[in-house]
């Protein structure tokens, strides 16, 4: 069941990714820092990252994820599904 969260900026948003296109791993949500925007949010650990900012994540390597949530600065929308 997928779900959006959106965080406002600006960061550190207080969450931890691990996977990504060259890790032939679905990006998902690693940790989350007790306090944080995140922690704040419905967001949970292990969940999957579908979209970042409306862009699909099927593709993206985990630099490139890493960029585009580095790169939101008002706000960050995220796509999750548990």
Known sequence: MAYSVTLNGPGP?????QGGK???M???????????KAS???MNQG???????GVNTDSMTHLEAQ?????ASHNL???LQK
């Open 40 to 42: 704040q949010s419905q």
């Open 22 to 24: 060259d890790f032939n």
């Open 47 to 53: 969940d999957l990252v579908v979209a970042i900012d």
């Open 77 to 79: 929308s995220l796509t």
């Open 67 to 71: 960029n585009k949530i580095k790169s």
């Open 26 to 36: 679905p990006l998902t949500i690693s940790r989350i820092t007790p306090g944080s």
């Open 13 to 17: 948003w207080g969450f931890r990714l």
